[in-house]
């Protein structure tokens, strides 16, 4: 599976983006797909996950309320829907998938087995 992520900016406070990962492979539909940031001199951080179904949908807690995960499997795309940015949500994106089919799983980066390149998000105060 090969992922590319897009759909990243730069945003004022408060703002909204919505990113994108298209996803090659007719195995899209059996992953879990998460996305991850990183910051600059920081680790990466797990944002959000969705079950392959789309049934199930986890998020940190930073991101909670403000964020949504969703996924369209005859599209092989994820999004990630971001109201409310914050300056602290500037970070490199990243979009990954995973054989996981428990949400207790989605939040360790080492569960997920493929990575996209990753989109900037910048948020300006």
């Known amino acids: 599976v090969q992922l590319q992520a897009s759909g990243g900016g730069l945003v004022q406070t408060g703002g909204s983006l919505r990113l994108s990962c298209a996803a090659s492979g007719r195995t899209f539909g059996s992953y879990a797909m998460g996305w991850f940031r990183q910051a600059p001199g920081k680790e990466r951080e797990y944002v959000a996950g969705i079950s392959w179904s789309g049934g199930t949908l986890y998020y940190a807690d930073l991101v909670k309320g403000r964020f949504t995960i969703s996924r369209d499997n005859a599209k092989n795309t994820v999004y990630l829907r971001m109201n409310s940015l914050k300056a602290e949500d500037t970070a490199v994106y990243y979009c990954?998938?995973?054989?996981?089919?428990?949400?207790?799983?989605?939040?360790?980066?080492?569960?997920?087995?493929?990575w996209g390149q990753g989109t900037q998000v910048t948020v300006s105060s």
């Open positions: 990954t998938a995973g054989a996981l089919y428990y949400s207790f799983l989605f939040t360790r980066a080492e569960n997920y087995d493929y």
